[in-house]
């Protein structure tokens, strides 16, 4: 038999947090999945996991203007809210907040406070959208408050962005424990992101060889005399993608994101790369541990 499960929905602080509260006095543990919707199997691991390990697990989805750098961008993200929710529900999350931008940003033109977060606000993803994570450290912040769940559960697809919300979360004191989340791929090994149902069927099929590129890398990165050349090939294989412009693929530190110029047993790295594919923006990135 399946089980049926009941999904709140939360519009506002105002309902969220009485709800919250009277579970937690009950000695619930809260964990929460921050989304921007679009929800696919990757977002659904999160809350899977969360299920196993929290008593309440609530989901926010808030496209937040505040990280696109491009208003185009912003414009065409995919907003399929009734999809969102039947998944939420089949998934059995408990909690659904879903706040308006005046709920999340009172102040109308957002204020957002400047955070430290270092090197990790030059390179990389921040280098290619400038002010990208001052937009989610602020949001993150912001819905952390509202929420105050126990533990944080994010995808290790956007794994700059979970260095970024570690340092916010480090800077502001916040007592909460963050879960980094395996990437949950297509069958082709196509790293699922709501970004994907942009490409085109032959795009989406192209777009394989990006995480085929990273695994290949991996898999024969002792063949490589050095890493300078073993990023020399995977740039010649991403860019050999028709229709694609390559961002950049670099191989660095795990914990620092500094690029490395060896492989050091017993220091994990990460190979990240960011690619533009029949014009949609895509990153995936494979640990090296
Ligand atoms: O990863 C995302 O979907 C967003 O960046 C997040 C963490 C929900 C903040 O808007």
New binding site residues.
């Given amino acids: 038999m399946s089980e049926t499960f009941n999904l709140y929905l939360f519009k506002s602080e105002k309902q969220l947090t009485p709800f919250l509260q009277k579970e937690k006095k009950e000695g619930k543990k809260i964990g929460f999945v ?3 919707g679009a929800l696919h199997r990757g977002h659904i691991s999160l809350i899977d996991k969360a299920k196993t390990e929290c008593d309440i697990v609530v989901c ?1 989805i ?1 496209v ?1 203007p505040t ?1 696109f750098n491009n208003a185009k961008d912003l414009e065409k993200y995919p907003r399929p809210i009734e999809h969102d929710m039947e998944m939420l529900l089949a998934a059995g999350c408990t909690v659904l907040y879903l706040p308006s931008s005046n709920e999340i940003y009172p102040e109308g033109k957002p204020l957002l406070k400047e955070y430290d977060l270092g090197y990790f606000d030059k390179v990389l993803e921040a280098a290619f959208r400038p002010g990208h994570f001052q ?2 450290a602020n ?2 912040f912001r ?1 952390l408050k509202k929420v105050e769940s126990d533990i944080l559960y ?2 290790r697809k ?1 794994f700059q ?1 979970i260095q970024v ?1 570690r340092k916010m979360i480090e800077i502001e004191k916040i007592p909460i424990l963050i879960e980094s989340c395996e990437i949950v791929r297509e069958a082709s090994g196509l790293a699922m992101s ?1 970004r994907n149902v942009r490409l085109s069927e032959d795009a989406w099929h192209n777009a394989s060889v990006i995480s085929q590129t990273l695994f290949f890398l991996v898999e024969k990165r002792n063949e490589f005399n050095s890493i300078k050349t073993l990023r020399t090939e995977g740039i010649k294989r991403l860019k050999a993608i028709p229709d694609s412009i390559l961002e950049y693929l670099e191989v660095c530190d795990e914990e620092t994101l500094r690029p490395i110029e060896i492989f050091i047993e017993g220091k994990p790295s990460v190979i990240l790369t960011a690619i533009w594919v029949d014009g949609v923006r895509l990153i995936d990135n494979v640990l090296i541990s």
Avoid: A, E, Y
Wanted: aromatic share 6%.
């Fill in positions: 921050p989304t921007m926010s808030f937040n990280q937009g989610v949001v993150v819905l994010l995808g956007d962005q919300i709501s």
